[in-house]
């Protein structure tokens, strides 16, 4: 199992389901089964959020002071840490997301699900670094309704994005 979307699997049923019979004696192979491009597509909308750099955002997020108040560190240096993981994604998952079909497309998708997840977890860490040097409240920044509802249709629409270009199994 890699961290990336594998190559197109074919799950056969289970051998009495394989077969079934059309006329006492004579057996005909069993319909391939139908939940197969579902969990294709489950497995990609998971697979292309790097959990992994979410969690390093998450734990950086609960360690950083929020800005205007005591011990927070300058805003360039929020945003350095930031842009440390956007660039940390590409890398870790081209070391470690093992020998897939269109890597540096599955790559660029979970680059951008990063960002998009960081914009819809929110928080006080980066936004509120962005929203100072832009002299403007997070607020004007982060909508959360809306932070809520692009994660939702990045993540289903990323999903669609087929590897084996609609081929059949084998």
Known sequence: ???????????????PLLLKEREPGKAVDHAPDQDLPLADYLERVAKYVPVEILAAFLAIRGFVVPQGKAGAMPPGLEIALFAALVVLTPLYLIKLGGDVPRKALQVAIATVSFVVWAYAIGGDFFWSAVAKLAGCD?????????????????????????????AAPS
Request: proline content about 9%; cysteine-free.
């Open 1 to 15: 199992m890699t961290r990336l979307v594998g190559p197109p699997r074919l799950v056969l049923p289970s051998p």
């Open 138 to 166: 997070r607020a004007a920044i982060v909508y959360e309704g809306f932070a809520g509802a692009l994660v939702v249709i990045w993540s289903l629409a990323a999903g669609l994005v087929r590897l084996d270009n609609g």
